[in-house]
């Protein structure tokens, strides 16, 4: 009878080396798989993030032709920079509103939140700045113009900026500056 207790009991016991073992190796198999999901991430993250670094290489080279000083944001930050001189730091986002993404500035003094819409070569009014890929500010006393007269470029121009502005551009196409001037923001057109 005792044989029989003691065959019982070996036979416990290596069932449960058994699957001790295969639990470890399962878990083993589990950390590779994780080790390596994971190695790849990191590549993949340091390829973005390189990516990211020659996109912003580019740009910082492109807007050195165009301004003196400027900071670049992405559109999802909020710009907060004294816009209109009165020495008050005034807040730019966007929002989007109906498949438009539109600008929008808070004035820090009167809390006046204003839609900027911009006119069109045609003189119409526009307000969808979906075409945007970064944006920032500029502390430039002036900045370049360039004149469309019946959808055809007829030059350019300098344009004095009396006040910090905010400049909007698409990657290898323009864009234009925003500016507090005559007690308004314009639109200075920078692009073909």
Not at 41 to 56: A, P, Y
Not at 130 to 154: C, P, Q, R
């Amino acid at each position: 009878m005792n044989r029989i207790f003691a065959l019982i009991y070996i036979s416990t016991l290596i069932s449960c080396n058994t699957k001790n073992e295969n639990e470890q190796n399962q878990n083993i198999n589990q950390k590779d798989t994780l080790a390596k999901k994971n190695k790849s991430e990191i590549v993949s993250q340091k390829e973005d993030d390189r990516n990211e670094f020659d996109t912003l290489t580019n740009i910082t080279s492109s807007l050195k032709n165009e301004f003196k000083s400027f900071e670049i944001k992405n559109t999802k930050d909020t710009i907060k920079e004294d816009l209109n001189g009165d020495k008050i730091s005034d807040l730019a986002f966007f929002t989007n509103n109906n498949d438009k993404r539109q600008i929008f500035i808070l004035d820090g003094k009167s809390k006046r939140k204003i839609k900027f819409e911009k006119y069109t070569s045609s003189g119409e009014m526009e307000d969808d700045f979906s075409w945007v890929d970064y944006w920032g500010t500029t502390k430039d006393k002036e900045t370049f113009e360039i004149l469309i007269i019946d959808s055809e470029i007829a030059g350019d121009t300098i344009k004095k900026l009396e006040n910090n502005s905010i400049f909007v551009r698409k990657e290898e196409v323009g864009g234009g500056v925003i500016t507090y001037l005559n007690n308004k923001y314009i639109w200075i057109h920078q692009s073909d």
